[in-house]
């Protein structure tokens, strides 16, 4: 029982902490002018604020593509694969702010799936090892895959950060920090 009290906390955190990303994602957007979404960079060649945003949402979609699909008890069910390489590119939403605000409406969704179904679940995780497109599988759980997830989000936040500066738009404090900055920030200002 205490063990399963454990996951749940776990689980919990691991979708608040995966919320907050996409609030801040969220309150960023809303703040940038029509126009500069989806300009390309002078400082990042080839990155815009839109495609930055796109990436994040690709990889929460990779890791909750396995949400809804599988039927049965958690330890029955057949290990479902995420892919994080096989993704599409120069979609819409790069360029269309409002399109990349309901994608991650959706992502909220999704995100509460995730809760329910229970995040210790087993994952098997594609994943590209060279230019060559050699791939290995390799074994995980669901909340691995929603933490790997929302810490590279925080990685792309940064670069969206420097984007929209670039444009004149601030994004809030902590936007783009991983959390151990943010805590060792606190501990030893």
């Known amino acids: 029982m205490r063990g399963r009290l454990v996951a749940e906390g776990v689980c ?11 609030d801040q994602c969220e309150g960023l957007v809303k703040a940038m ?6 300009n390309e960079s002078r400082t990042l060649r080839g990155g815009s604020f839109g495609k930055h945003l796109r990436h994040t949402l690709d ?7 396995v949400v809804g699909g599988g039927v049965g008890h958690e330890s029955e069910r057949a290990a479902e694969v995420i892919d994080y390489d096989h993704r599409k590119r120069n979609t819409p939403i790069e360029g269309d702010k409002f399109l990349a605000l309901d994608a991650i409406d959706e992502l909220r969704i999704r995100l509460a799936g995730a809760a329910s179904e229970g995040l210790c679940r087993p994952v098997v995780v594609r994943v590209m090892i060279d230019g060559e497109g050699s791939e290995v599988e390799l074994a995980s759980t669901l909340g691995r ?15 969206m950060k420097a984007i929209a500066q670039e444009f004149g ?3 809030e ?3 783009g920090k991983a959390p151990s900055t943010v805590h060792a920030e606190r501990v030893h200002p």
Not at 12 to 17: D, G, R, T, Y
Request: aromatic residues 8%; negative net charge.
């Open 12 to 22: 919990e955190q691991l979708v608040s902490a995966a919320g907050a990303i996409l």
């Open 33 to 38: 002018p029509e126009g500069v979404f989806a």
């Open 59 to 65: 990889h929460f979609n990779a890791a909750l593509s």
């Open 145 to 159: 895959e929603l933490a790997f997830a929302t810490h590279h989000a925080v990685h792309h936040q940064a670069m």
């Open 169 to 171: 738009v601030e994004a």
């Open 173 to 175: 404090e902590g936007f």
